[in-house]
């Protein structure tokens, strides 16, 4: 026995239509320390998955017979249950097959044919690593966003005790002073002095509600969205319609900050972007998720196609969503304009329905 680590915790699925093959390489990784099941189908493999028995990967066959789901459609049914990593198994090599799985999200592809044992072994242990430092990624950026939070707080604390409270003291000596002394000359004066300062109270309150959004403040999510749409609504000038299906939705404050954030983010993107003539956000409840729909009328894009290098605000929205097993889908194009979907699970014992 060579000093490999044993994976003895992981499961993995085969999913093959050819029985025989499935059980052969179900051995193979049994000898390996893993655990391991089979599927003749997609739709076993679906079955299975939707009753519970979630596997750390599935080494997936792309064709599995004539008037059967395919690899394809079935790793795309059963990422919605869960986040699955896929490796892909084929005999199949031809350009066809190949082109068929181009935008598949998959963690390797390994030719099926007899002997090949030790290469599928070291595919899917490449494929354990790829998926621990894409775990790793995300834990590391929910930890910066979590930072950058703890230090918008603290600095919207420092802004309003201190800079707030000193404008007010400055404001009141110019109270004191306008009484203390001959009008003619000092009224423009200070006339002028108390703009600037409201002015810069105005500009601090602003600041503050962008470094410590309301969700810091209230638990309920719709409550805080209502509050920031309203808002962004007068700074913006653009109109904004907010619906929800429920009257208050309690996520707690970290969950909470990053839907909020999400949403932001899409709004900002609207009017950046989009220049759009109105814009929907819509909270609702889809089996045990939180759904929020921000569409706006704009210009659209192609998303892939944007992708860039400077752009972080979409793959933040996606990253938000995901600490929380969620997702963030976008649809747009140049007629309807652009729809982002995010998707938030929740378990609603906390939920007020609206009656
Ligand atoms: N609602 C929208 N309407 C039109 N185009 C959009 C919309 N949302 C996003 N886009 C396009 O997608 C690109 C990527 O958006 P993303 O939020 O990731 O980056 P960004 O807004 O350019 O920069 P930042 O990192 O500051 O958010 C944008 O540059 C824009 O071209
Ligand atoms: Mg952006």
Redesign the pocket.
Known sequence: MSDEAVPQDKLIMIVDDEVVIGLDIMHLFEERGYRAVTASSGEECERQIAAGDVPDLILMDINLGPNRMDGRETTRRVQEYADIPVVLHSAYTDRATIQKTRDMTKYGYVHKVPGNGEFILATVEMAFRLREREQMYRDLSAHINDVREEQNAFMAREIHDDVGQSIVALKMNLTMLERATAPAETTPIIATMREALDAASSKIRTLIRELRPPVADTADIVEALQWHIREFEKTFSVATQFTSEVERVILGRDKSLSVFRIVQ??L???V???N?SEISVEVGLEESSLVVRIA?D????V?AE???K????????QERAQRWNGSVT?E?NSRT??V?TAMVPHDFEHLEADS
């Open positions: 983010e899409a900002t993107n609207s950046r972007h989009g759009p706006d704009g210009y659209g894009f998303p944007n992708a860039s400077e752009s972080f605000g979409i793959l933040g929205m976008i747009s304009g652009t982002v």
